[in-house]
């Protein structure tokens, strides 16, 4: 199983506001991944990190913001969020001695109304 | 640019029988090839994966071919069981530090 944490789930949230959603890594993985999936469909690279105070955007152009000021943590951030962001959001982290594999999370399905 | 093709995009097979979903790359650089297996409410897993000095690998139920010259890999699964039923991916990278590309997907049915 493996170490990778998503919060919330789920979220359903009103037009314009701003939400964070979070992501967490206890494997101490130097490369961090933020995907977005329509559920069963295509995964989308919407940003990745290659360690601290690196962020770079994915091939998906996204509205959203990423951080990562720690190893650990990898926040992605919509200031104003809208009916075409709903979608499932997807944390991934890469690193170790193979360095190949990326873990996932669970995702957070979110919903914007 | 590079991409990956990934086919069929759904499939449906008899519990027990064999599943093969095939995957085609353009980066005649790639090096690693994993798929991953993503089950409902779930991120994805990888499930196995082959690296391009060699044609295949197999773990219990489960193996992936390399052609190099042609540029395509593909997932075998023997004697399907209800719990394969799952979307299945495939990608291509050329290294531990470049990004996978992924194919769409597969939805593989078992049929009981």
């Known amino acids: 199983e493996a170490d990778i944490y998503q919060t919330p789930r789920y979220l359903v949230i009103g037009t314009g506001k701003k939400i964070t959603l979070e992501c967490s890594q206890t494997?101490?993985?130097?490369?961090m991944y933020w995907y977005q999936q329509d559920p069963g469909m295509e995964l989308h690279l919407i940003h990745y990190s290659y360690g601290v105070n690196s962020t770079e955007k994915g091939d998906l152009s996204s509205e959203s913001t990423v951080s990562r000021i720690r190893t650990e943590h990898f926040p992605l951030t919509l200031e104003s969020a809208r009916p075409s962001h709903t979608s499932q959001y997807l944390c991934?982290?890469?690193?170790?001695?193979?360095?190949?594999?990326?873990?996932f999370g669970p995702g957070t399905r979110l919903t914007v109304t | 640019g590079e991409n990956v093709e990934q086919h069929p995009s759904t499939l449906s097979v008899q519990e027990g029988d064999s599943a093969v979903i095939k995957c085609t790359y353009s980066?005649?650089?790639?090096?690693?090839f994993p798929w991953y297996k993503q089950e409902l409410g779930k991120g994805p897993q990888l499930i196995i994966d082959?690296?391009?000095n060699v044609g295949e690998k197999k773990d219990q139920r489960i193996a992936v071919t390399l052609n190099k010259t042609a540029k395509h890999f593909s997932l075998h699964i023997t004697e399907t069981q209800p719990e394969d039923s799952a979307v299945y991916f495939c990608?291509?990278?050329?290294?531990?530090?470049?990004?996978?590309?992924w194919g769409a997907g597969t939805k593989l049915i078992i049929k009981p």
């Open positions: 980066d005649s650089a790639s090096n690693y």
């Open positions: 990608a291509a990278s050329k290294g531990s530090n470049y990004q996978l590309i």
């Open positions: 082959i690296r391009s």
């Open positions: 494997m101490g993985h130097d490369k």
């Open positions: 991934a982290s890469r690193g170790g001695a193979a360095g190949y594999e990326q873990y």
